[in-house]
């Protein structure tokens, strides 16, 4: 993310529309890839987004929507087990 104000925009808005109960913001995130032919290094902004499996496509979409990228990095890692009443509160946190 180039745009240092972006990254809390985007999260603040994905937690408004229920796509996640949490989004973590890491700054300073150096990112080293190869973009149209050319290898690239980026100060980038993590953001880790917590949520359920039946908002994946939602969350993609509105992330595609409001990112600068032209093809934002959105990746999803399973939850394979938690605190019971943290899965809880993210369950009630995020849309049906």
Known sequence: ML???LGKKLAASIVKEKLAACVNRVPGVESVYLW??????????????????????????????NHEYDVPEVIALPIVGGSIPYLEWLKNSTRD
């Open 36 to 65: 149209q032919g050319e290898i690239q290094t980026d100060s980038e902004e993590l953001l880790i987004i917590k949520t359920r499996e039946s908002l994946l496509n939602a969350l993609t979409e509105h992330v595609k929507a």
């Open 3 to 5: 745009d240092p104000c």
